[in-house]
């Protein structure tokens, strides 16, 4: 099975956010954070957040985590400890437990 049809079927129940370009040099670990920037499509408007990464998919330059910030502007689409999956092009930012 092509490893996109095995995601599309892994991420069924977690929303996947892809845009930008971030770095893709760095390694990241279960418990390390990413800040990230999610844009509503509709609106334009975009808030910057914090996700708790429990789960790095390298192959498929994706973080899986929960979200740690409380969303101001986006809070219909996306809700504070929900468990979201980002694109490593999407990151723009990433903290070791120990810097915050």
């Known amino acids: 099975m092509p490893t996109s049809k095995r995601m599309s079927e892994t991420l069924s129940n977690i929303r996947v956010l ?7 040099t760095v390694k990241f670990e ?3 954070y990413v800040k990230f920037e999610i844009k509503d499509d ?11 990464i429990d789960y790095c998919d390298e192959p498929n330059k994706m973080v899986f985590g929960w979200l740690d910030s409380q969303p101001v502007l986006l809070s219909a689409n996306v809700k ?21």
Not at 80 to 100: C, M, T, W
């Open 18 to 24: 892809k845009f930008g370009g971030g770095d893709r």
């Open 30 to 32: 279960p418990g390390d």
């Open 42 to 52: 509709k609106t334009g408007e975009a808030e910057w957040m914090w996700l708790r």
């Open 80 to 100: 504070l400890g929900q468990h979201l999956a980002v694109s490593y092009d999407n990151i723009r930012e990433h903290k070791k437990p120990i810097e915050f």
